[in-house]
């Protein structure tokens, strides 16, 4: 530093007064440069340090509660730990109960077979008693002969009462052999469950609650359950009972030490016995197979709860014993086990991602997918194709089998389904469908063309869906989307029947939708204008046009043009009566013109041979502007629906001058016509210009 202090006064000294007055700012400004960043180094670990001091106080509270947590959970530990001793020593004392009952168990037998020998001699006594009531009037007796018979007869009922009592107590605390009486027993228990009377209901309930946790209980149920003998009511009962039986006791419960060390002990709260769990899994899949319908899905339930807890680890035989199955041949017995499968994996759905879900699923292919394939190729591929084509053209049942005509009967329910099935080969197995198409395509045509417009055709019946024209239509679709199909509908004289004698039948306003359009329009304009009439006859038609009309442009817009101006005369001529006409017409148009849509924007392509300007002109318009706008109500909404839906094709001057009408049509008395105007304006008013500016 002295050294440093020589060097600058030397320099100094050496300067002119110039000089050294540079000299000094300079050495001036760089002490004020050093002043100030040690100034702002002192601030930045003056706030260092005030950051630390909080962070330990801050660590300091964290501690404390954390303190305070270690000291509560400590708490709860010892309270866990003290109802686990508690638990422990109830265990223990009801084990020593078990060991005096077992006395008791002695005494009741030794008890039974006194009142046995007393039971024995009571016919003998009555006999006696009815011979002196005979010799004797009973009306002579004193007071005292009469109290003594009184007592008799209260003695002999008492000992009725005790021999009910101790047999029940002899059931509940010995173990339940597998005896005709035993099962005797345990149906009349069963019979009582199902009383409407809750004195006798509720006391079998208990009683048979009371005894589920003996040795060979679920056994006696499920050969309960297998004797053809009893009755089937009581048979069903029994099944429903050992599905509740192993749903409420099958999952071991362990103790909270137990839990958390991951290990099960003797203290293992397990309320059934190993040798019992070992043979309902040796018996219950056999038995399930062959019982009734509704004996098998309570017992096919229980296999499901059983491998929800032992499969595959405790249970690895389960798969091959159902795979084996297969081989059968019984439809029953292989609808069992593919229920059975079903419920068994369809957890894979929804279980969380994990190695142990991984290896268990891969333990199941393994061992199932060859064998479901192998059936699969037996029974659908060789045999379902001619059962499925049989059904849909034979219509020879009997006529209790068909419904009403608002209602689907059987045949029409199996003839929806199966042309949802087939449209499903045609996606998902060209290869091996493809041989049986073409028989399949001439059944399904004969069905459309045979079809009527009952609304059966179209019913939900109950949680089911059977829309039979709907699928068959989309079956059409389906394949003639594909390419090695579409020579099928290459002639024009196919093409001209399809049209004449499928699309326009179901694209017709029916007597139905007239229905909901007038009773229900919320549920017309949600099916209609919010696209949710996925599966009406109009939608599947219009899929169908959609398709062909991708293929076959120049050809179906020929065949749809003559039909279209017929549709359009009929109604010009007789408006009141021929208005549905039009209005398939219109809804043909849209039909065929449409290429590409969007919600925002509406239809975006359409085809070049339909000139949509003119026909919007001449049929379209005309509709608008008639002075009354409640006339054609179902016309009026095709109307606005028309302007709505092509209002990216359409001329900009004539969307903007349909906007007056759009909004005279906002006083309509109907609801879809007002709804569908509003709607209108609102896509409208919300349409950009070439330089993004609203029209």
């Keep these: 530093m002295i050294e440093s202090s020589e060097k600058i006064q030397n320099i100094y000294e050496e300067l002119d007064n110039a ?83 077992r006395n008791l168990n002695r005494e009741i037998r030794e008890f039974r077979e006194e009142y046995q020998e007393m039971y024995n001699e009571m016919p003998i006594l009555a006999k006696k008693l009815e011979n002196l009531e005979t010799l004797c009037d009973l009306n002579k007796l004193s ?119 991951y290990t099960q002990g003797e203290d293992s709260v397990d309320r059934i016995h190993a040798q019992d769990r070992d043979a309902i899994k040796k018996l219950i899949v056999n038995l399930m197979l062959h019982s009734p319908d509704s004996i098998q899905k309570q017992l096919s339930d229980a296999v499901s709860i059983v491998g929800k807890y032992d499969f595959p680890n405790k249970w690895p035989e389960l798969i091959d014993q159902m795979v084996e199955k297969f081989n059968t041949g019984d439809f029953h017995v292989i609808n069992g086990v593919l229920h059975t499968a079903h419920s068994l994996f369809k957890r894979y759905r929804y279980e969380f991602k994990s190695q142990s879900l991984w290896t268990e699923i891969k333990y199941v292919l393994d061992r199932f997918s060859k064998p479901l394939t192998d059936l699969f190729v037996l029974w659908f591929i060789n045999c379902s194709f001619k059962f499925l084509n049989f059904v849909l053209g034979y219509n020879e049942f009997n006529a209790d089998m068909h419904a009403d005509e608002e209602e689907p009967g059987v045949i029409e329910q199996l003839k929806s389904q199966v042309c949802d099935n087939i449209g499903l080969y045609a996606q998902k197995y060209d290869e091996e ?150 209005d398939a017409a219109i809804y043909l148009v849209t039909s065929s013109a449409s290429k590409a849509q969007t919600q925002k924007h509406g239809v975006t392509q359409s085809s070049e041979l339909v000139s949509l300007p003119q026909f919007a002109m001449q049929h379209i318009e005309p509709e608008l502007v008639k002075s009354n706008v409640n006339e054609f109500p179902v016309l009026k909404a095709d109307a606005i629906k028309f302007i709505m839906t092509f209002r990216s094709i359409l001329p900009k001057e004539m969307i903007i001058g349909s906007l007056p009408q759009l909004i005279r049509h906002l006083s309509a008395s109907n609801i879809v016509v007002h709804t569908y105007a509003a709607c209108a304006i609102e896509k409208i008013l919300a349409m950009k210009g070439p330089d993004n500016t609203p029209l």
């Design 19 to 101: 000089d050294r007055i540079n000299y000094l700012i300079k050495q001036f400004a760089e002490l004020k440069e050093k002043i100030c960043k040690q100034k702002k180094d002192r601030y930045y670990w003056k706030s260092h340090f005030s950051t630390l001091l909080t962070n330990i106080w801050a660590g300091q509270i964290k501690y404390l509660e954390l303190h305070k947590k270690e000291i509560d959970l400590r708490n709860r530990i010892s309270e866990v730990t003290n109802m686990v001793k508690l638990r422990q020593q109830k265990l223990k004392d009801l084990s020593t109960k078990r060991m005096s009952n």
């Design 433 to 582: 469908f493809q041989p049986y198409l073409p028989e399949f395509v001439t059944a399904v045509w004969n069905l459309l063309t045979s079809t009527g417009q009952q609304p059966k055709y179209d019913a939900v019946c109950k949680f089911n869906m059977f829309y039979l024209v709907s699928n068959a239509l989309q079956f059409l679709a389906t394949v003639a989307d594909r390419a090695q199909y579409r020579n099928l509908f290459e002639d024009p004289t196919t093409l001209s029947n399809i049209c004449e004698k499928v699309i326009i039948p179901n694209m017709e306003f029916r007597e139905t939708d007239n229905e909901l359009f007038e009773d229900n329009p919320e549920e017309y304009i949600r099916r209609d204008i919010e696209g949710s009439d996925v599966d009406t006859r109009r939608r599947a038609a219009c899929d169908l046009v959609k398709v062909l009309s991708k293929y076959f442009e120049a050809k179906i817009m020929e065949i749809f043009g003559a039909y279209i101006q017929v549709m359009l005369q009929n109604y010009a001529e007789k408006p009141a009566e021929n208005w549905r006409s039009k």
């Design 143 to 261: 007071s005292e002969e009469a109290e003594e018979i009184s007592k008799i007869n209260l003695v002999l009922s008492s000992i009725t009462k005790t021999n009910t009592k101790c047999t029940t107590e002899f059931l509940r605390q010995a173990g339940m052999e597998l005896t005709d009486d035993n099962l005797l027993t345990l149906s009349e228990y069963l019979k009582h469950t199902l009383s409407p009377d809750v004195n006798v209901r509720r006391p079998a309930e208990k009683f048979l609650k009371s005894v589920e946790v003996n040795q060979n209980y679920p056994l006696l149920l499920l050969h309960l359950v297998d004797k053809s003998e009893i009755n089937i009511t009581i048979r069903i009962a029994g099944a429903v009972a050992f599905k509740n039986y192993v749903k409420r006791n099958w999952k071991v419960l362990f103790t909270i030490l137990q839990y958390y060390n």
